[in-house]
C-alpha cells in the first residue's frame, strides 16, 4: 500500500497520515509496527516521523504473527456472516470490543482468538468498532486487503450502519439531522463534548415509537467519531437511556450496558461486489418491524 503526501500534509507527523487519509486502524496499525513494514522514501521509518510534501509512504500490513500474545476467553458467539475476507458478528452488549488494560482478557477479541482455536496467525481486524456498552453487529476483516477496502468504504452509502436507541425524553422533532462538532472534554480521557472546534459530525435519526417518558429512535452515522450518537442525542435534549456518562444511569434495567444498539448493517462486499445486509434486533426492543432499518431517511 503506497500513499503520495499532499502539500497540506506538509510537516504532518507519519502516523497522522497513516490513521487519517491512508485510513489504517489502530489494531492494523499496531500489528504492522511489530510485524510489518513502515517506509518513507523506501528507508523504515518512525510514526512520529515528520513528512513533507511529495514524500512516499509505503506500508507492509503482516500476514502472521501476532503483535502480542493474546488469551482465549472461551465466550459463545454468535456470527451472522462468513467468508474468506469478513466476518459479521452480533457482538453482545456489555463485552469490550478489544482487548487493552482493563480487559486483557475478556474482550471480542480473545473471544474470536479462542473461537478460531488460538491459531499463531491471528490478526484482529475490526473495520467498525462498538463502544463496550453497545451491542449489534461489527465487521471484522479476514485479511490486510480486505479491511483495507472495508475501510475506505466507511462513511459511503457502499458501508451503512443503522442502530437502534431507546431515549430518556424526546428529541425536538421526529426525524431530523445533527450536525454538531464533537471534541474532547477538557481534562478527560474517555468523555467527548460539542464544542466550536471539535470535529465534524453527522448524525441522522427519525423516531419510530414513543411513549411519555421514552423515544425509540433509529439512527445512521454520517461520521464516526467516538460516542456520536451518545453526545448528539444528549445534545437534542434525550440522551440513551442507561448511559452513565451523557444521561442517567438505569442500573434496573441496563446494568452493564445501555439503550444503544447497533441493529443494521448494509454493505458491498470488498471482493465479489455483492450487497450484505444484516439485522440485529436488541432484548429491550422486541416491538421493532425489521423493514423499517434500512429506510432512506437522510
Same mark, same amino acid.
Given at each position: ?5 499532499? @502539500?497540506? @500534509? $506538509? ?26 513494514? /513502515?517506509?518513507? $522514501? *523506501?528507508?523504515?521509518? %518512525? ?22 500474545? #493474546? ?36 474482550? #471480542? =477479541? ?7 482455536? &488460538? ?15 453497545? *451491542?449489534?453487529?461489527?465487521? /471484522?476483516?479476514? $485479511?490486510?486487503?480486505?479491511? %483495507? ?15 437502534? +436507541?431507546?431515549?430518556?425524553?424526546? !428529541? ?12 474532547? +472534554? ?7 463534548? /460539542? &464544542?466550536? @472546534? ?11 415509537? =414513543?411513549? =411519555?417518558?421514552?423515544?425509540?429512535? #433509529? ?12 453526545? %448528539? ?21 441496563? !446494568?452493564?450496558?445501555?439503550?444503544? %444498539?447497533?441493529?443494521?448493517?448494509? #454493505? ?14 436488541? @432484548? ?15
Amino acid at each position: 500500500m503506497e500513499y503520495r503526501t499532499q @502539500e497540506e @500534509e $506538509n510537516g504532518k507527523k507519519l502516523k497522522e497520515i497513516l490513521r487519517g487519509p491512508m485510513k489504517i486502524s489502530y489494531s492494523a496499525l499496531k500489528s504492522t509496527k511489530w510485524n510489518g513494514e /513502515i517506509r518513507l $522514501n *523506501g528507508k523504515i521509518a %518512525h510514526t512520529n516521523t515528520r513528512v513533507q510534501a511529495g514524500d512516499l509512504i509505503s506500508v507492509v500490513f503482516p500476514e502472521a504473527n501476532p503483535a502480542y500474545q #493474546l488469551k482465549p476467553y472461551d465466550l459463545p458467539l454468535k456470527i451472522v456472516y462468513e467468508d474468506r475476507d469478513l466476518r459479521i458478528v452480533d457482538k453482545p452488549a456489555g463485552l469490550a470490543s478489544q482487548s487493552s488494560r482493563n480487559h486483557p482478557d475478556d474482550s #471480542l =477479541e480473545n473471544a474470536l482468538y479462542a473461537w478460531d482455536g &488460538c491459531p499463531e496467525s491471528f490478526i484482529y481486524r475490526p473495520v467498525n468498532r462498538l463502544d463496550k456498552g453497545t *451491542g449489534g453487529l461489527m465487521v /471484522i476483516a479476514r $485479511n490486510a486487503y480486505s479491511q %483495507h477496502l472495508l475501510q475506505q468504504m466507511l462513511h459511503t452509502d457502499r458501508f451503512r450502519r443503522f442502530y437502534l +436507541a431507546r431515549t430518556d425524553g424526546h !428529541p425536538p422533532e421526529e426525524k431530523g439531522k445533527i450536525c454538531l462538532p464533537i471534541g474532547k +472534554a477538557p481534562g478527560m480521557t474517555l468523555k467527548r463534548m /460539542i &464544542c466550536p @472546534e471539535g470535529k465534524p459530525s453527522v448524525t441522522y435519526y427519525r423516531v419510530i415509537a =414513543e411513549d =411519555e417518558e421514552h423515544s425509540l429512535i #433509529l439512527l445512521e452515522l454520517g461520521t464516526g467519531r467516538t460516542h456520536q450518537i451518545r453526545v %448528539h442525542l444528549s445534545a437534542i435534549g434525550c440522551p440513551i437511556q442507561g448511559d452513565f456518562l451523557y444521561g442517567r444511569e438505569d442500573p434496573a434495567a441496563f !446494568p452493564a450496558c445501555f439503550a444503544l %444498539h447497533s441493529a443494521g448493517l448494509m #454493505l458491498t462486499h470488498p471482493v465479489t461486489g455483492e450487497t450484505i445486509r444484516r439485522i440485529s434486533l436488541p @432484548e429491550w426492543s422486541p416491538e421493532t418491524d425489521p423493514s423499517v432499518l434500512f429506510m432512506d431517511f437522510h
